[in-house]
């Protein structure tokens, strides 16, 4: 599970240097009074395609390089059709390596260079799904929340919120959490983690109601923290640690989805209809394409 561990593995470094970029694009909306963690995501993002940006312009090529090869693969194969003795299929292999090595590429060519930034996606989407642990502004102010609460302390009625709750808390169970870190031997500051992560994946409604398990004073800290979280997560009127599902399908969070489907639905018509371009204009030049 990744949760609250910035380190381990092999997107433990890669996910926390973006960690820093995320914390230092945060902490400088904060300092010009607009700290949101969706602006913050919106910048880290871009940057993180800008970085991406050589790899994915030699993927891009390496595939158009393999659109004007084929058909010389092809004829080769179409060549040695039916030949199965080792003597031609030798010289098959070492034809079509001839060919490779003709336009200086290989057959995985384009797959190295998706294979390149595999790790450094995965580690993006480790930094957005846990804010808290890249983000120390944020990071403190369930802190605090949690020191409010009384600390690991509280874990009892923790449990037992999730317990009554379960059905409504998406994304999160005991298990993932070790139950709060009582499953093993977790130090003090791990078992906190563990409540920031069960905290992280509560909506205002959740948060409010559990605030209701404790002292007035408390509450009181509760509220003044989450009001200021939530400021922070809030992004063009939606929550942004919010689930989609969490408020039922019928709420304005279902468009986070449904949005994302449709711009990945535009993103792959429009490189089909670059392909076709690509295929039918003989004349172009193929790489220019």
Do not use: W
């Not at 079509?96 to 090595?101: D, F």
């Not at 920031?196 to 209701?212: C, E, G, H, R, V």
Request: proline residues 3%; contains cysteine.
């Amino acid at each position: 599970m990744i949760f609250l561990t910035a380190h381990g593995g092999l997107l433990g470094p890669i996910a926390t240097l973006f960690g820093y970029l995320m914390n230092g694009i945060y902490l400088g909306l904060d300092k010009i009074g607009i700290g949101n963690i969706g602006i913050a995501i919106i910048i880290f993002t871009l940057i993180t395609r800008l970085i991406l940006y050589p790899f994915t312009v030699r993927q891009q090529k390496s595939s158009k390089l393999m659109a004007i090869i084929q058909p010389e693969i092809k004829a080769i194969q179409q060549k040695y059709e039916g030949k199965t003795d080792q003597q031609s299929m030798l010289a098959q292999q070492a034809e079509i390596k001839a060919v490779y090595e003709k336009y200086g590429t290989s057959m995985t060519g384009s797959c190295v260079q998706l294979l390149i930034q595999m790790p450094i996606l995965f580690a993006l989407y480790r930094v957005i799904m846990n804010i808290p642990a890249y983000v120390p502004a944020i990071k403190e102010r369930f802190m605090t929340i949690v020191d409010a609460m009384g600390g690991t302390d509280a874990i009892d009625t923790l449990i037992k919120f999730y317990n009554d709750n379960s059905g409504t808390i998406k994304g999160i169970t005991l298990s993932q959490i070790h139950n709060f870190g009582r499953e093993g031997t977790y130090a003090v500051e791990a078992q906190k983690n563990f409540i920031i992560d069960f905290l992280y994946k509560l909506n205002p409604n959740q948060m409010q109601t559990l605030a209701n398990e404790f002292s007035a004073e408390a509450q009181n800290v509760m509220m003044v923290e989450m009001d200021a979280i939530n400021n922070a997560n809030s992004f063009l009127g939606l929550n942004l640690s919010t689930a989609p599902s969490a408020n039922g399908f019928l709420s304005p969070y279902i468009l986070i989805p449904i949005l994302a489907a449709l711009s990945q639905f535009l993103s792959v018509k429009i490189m089909q209809a670059q392909n076709k371009t690509n295929t039918e204009n003989n004349d172009a030049d193929t790489m220019q394409q």
